[in-house]
Structure formats: structure tokens, C-alpha cells
């Protein structure tokens, strides 16, 4: 019996894999009777941010990291791509029916027993434990953590965009174009001209924010946050994940060259490029509602109806969900995990998700594959699974989790900077690119060659 506490990505992928690999799973979800700031349904792999899982180009990071998992059995993907929306060349997924079909698999195997409870660490005992809580652990949960790896948290605020209903777009003023039209028409842009934009920056600039939450920092004061032991720090953010309005307040042009940025796109009223452009994703497959994409923030939800509404073409928006902020919490991973996720402190016991310190839903899915790989070979043979070679995506995440280099220790996503370089390195970008996806994927099948199949 192998415990797993957490059934969000990496938890479910985690349990997958050691039931996979015939071995019974004990997975503890406290919700629905007990709910954390960020998560609003029952569903077992909860989108609670966007419902992307980023790029499916088999020749980009994010799609070989996707490659990798597949072929290591990811529940996760198998069932993102049964339940798939149009996203252009990203792989977006009905968030309702991609969430009852990963808790009815989860439910539904034989050797996987789902209790609805609070798992505390006074429970720990001689089984294997997975902790895949995720980056809104309960305090139980974070605190032992942090005594027992002997360090403090860090963490960082990820920030959640808005979602309004398709009907309430303007389509006379919104046009469907995906950039470079890549991807078909999947996407909605609204296109500002220079004094709109403007305006619109102003007004998000000036907008009444929600201070942070006690769930979030323990209290905040000055901008500045303090936990439960009266510490200070400043608030951080994931860059990837940055609210709108604090990106704006570097500068007016800001979003216009970032998130909002327009190239690519052509408004067909004008024939020309936009000066800025707000892009919207359809969140299911009916497109009956679409998230406004990068538009994450932390403004109040009143703010947010009468700021977003200044975009050109969301005039008359309804908003079905507001862009929300919350804390996410990680480890200090090189100085506590070993490569196969394992607690330096606490043998027997593993970290999952985003705890390690990767940052997204596929990267989080995917240490809970290998965490279910490490654990499920210790039980089977009483060895170390062998490690995933460090051209490939998943070597390159655990040499992420693993670089002591002096430094503050922070989330990453999978990307080109991770994998290895040539040597000696190729002046043009695109044969440093291509030597790199193929080493990955030689790589790759060499290692999975080599796996035990029990």
C-alpha cells in the first residue's frame, strides 16, 4: 500500500501510475468537505487557472514534455485529449468534463481507494507517502514541511485570469484570428486603437485591488507580507503569472508589448495590425464561454466588470468567473529532495507537483508520474528507479529541482533554457533547437528501452 495525499495533477498521475504498475494506492482528497481559496468544484485535477495546457507542437518544450508523458502512461493527457476544445496549437480542454472524466477513472480503479479526509502528518507510518497537496497545502501539511526540512517557505502569488460568456462579446468589433494564423480561428481578439488602449491602462492602473488574504501571507501591510512568526517579505510573483495591472505599472506599453501585444493579428475593419490586442480562448467545446487570455489580476470583482469592460468589443461582457489571486507554496527543493523526489529528512516520504518548485499543470502532472515511477520501483525491486537521462524533458525538470547554483531557488516552467546545450553550441538558434529535441528523444527511448516492465 502506497499512500498519495492530493488529488490534483500530480496526485492523480501518481496514484495512476503505481495502480498502473499493479500496486494498491490509498489517495486522500479533502474536498468537497473541506475546500481551499482557489478551487470552486469536486473534480479530482481541478483547472483552477486556465483551462490550457499549453503547447501541443511536438517540436516545442511543452509538446516533448507532453511526448514524454504519454508514453509513460500520463492519465492526465490521455484524458485532456478526449475532452480537447479548440486552442489553436495549444492543447485546451472542457474544464467541467475533463474533471468528472479524471474522477471517474481515479474512483473507478481497483486498486486505488479514494478517502475523503484531511490527511495530517500524525498519520504518516511505514508506507510509502506521496505528498502531492499542492501549492495551497493545508497548514498541517505546510507547517511540518518546513520543520521537518528545517527551512522556511518561499512562495510565490499566481494570479487567475476572468471568464465571460461568448453571447455578451461584440463579434462586430472581436474577430477570430489565431496569430500568424496558426491554429485556425480558435481565438477571439478585441483591438484597441491608441486612445483606447491608453484609457484602458489608465483606468487598471488606478483600479481598487484586493489586499492579500490571510491565506495568502498571514496579513499584509505596506505591500509588504507577513506570516504567522511576524516575518516580512516582499510579495512575489511568478513571472508567467503576473497581474495585468502590475505589468502595466512598469510602463504605459507595457501589455502592448507582453501580454496584450498585437503581432500577428490583423483587424479586418481596418485591414491593419491593432495597436494592442486582448485575445480570448474558448473555455469548452460549445465556446459558449471564453477566458480573456494573460488577463490575470487581483483587481476587486466590481473593478473588474467596469475596467474590462473598456476593452473594445466587451462592452456588454458577463463576467462568469473574475480573476482571482492566491498564494502558491513551494520547497526549497535542491537542498531537501533527492532526485527521485524523496524527502532527505524523512526517507519513505516523496513530494509531488508543484511543491517540488516546477510551476504549471503539465509540469506538476509530470512529477507526479515520475514520484508514482520512483515509488513504485522502491516497493516492486527495493531499488532506485533509474534516473531519466538530463537531455530529456523530465531530466531537465529534475536538474531544475536539483541545481544548487547560488541562488534563490524559484518555479519554472519546462523551457528551451533547461535542456542541455550542444557542445559545441551551433550559431543559428533553430540547429541549437533541433540538436536539443533530438537528443531529448533519443534520450528518451534509450531510458524507456532500459525500464523494467513490471
Known sequence: ??????????GVEAAWTLASRGIKVRLYEMRPHQTTPAHTSEWFAELVCSNSLKSQNPDSPAGLLKSEMAALGSLVLATAREHQVPGGEALAVDREAFGAAITAAIRSHPLIEVVEEEWTPDRLGSEPTVIAAGP??????????????????????DAVSPTVEAASIDRTIAFAQSRYDKGGDDYLNCPFDKESYEAFVRALVDAERVPLHAFEAGG???????????FYEKVKYFAGCMPIEAIAEKGERSLAFGNYKPVGLTDPRTGRRPYAALQLRPENNEKTLYSLVASQNRLRFGEQKRVFRMVPGLEQAEFVRYGVIHRNTFIDAPGVLTPWLELREVPNVFVAGQLTGVEGYVESAAMGIWAGLAVSERVLSARDMSLPPRPTSFGSLLSHLQDQTEREFAPMNINWGLLPEPDPRPKAKADVRAFRLAAARAAFEEWTGSMPTS
Open 136 to 157: 495551497l497545502a493545508t497548514g498541517p501539511v505546510s507547517r511540518w514541511l518546513a520543520e521537518v526540512t528545517g527551512k522556511r517557505h518561499l512562495h510565490f502569488y
Open 220 to 230: 499584509v501591510r505596506d505591500g509588504e507580507s507577513f506570516g504567522e512568526e511576524g
Open 1 to 10: 500500500m502506497v499512500i498519495v495525499v492530493g488529488a490534483g495533477f500530480a
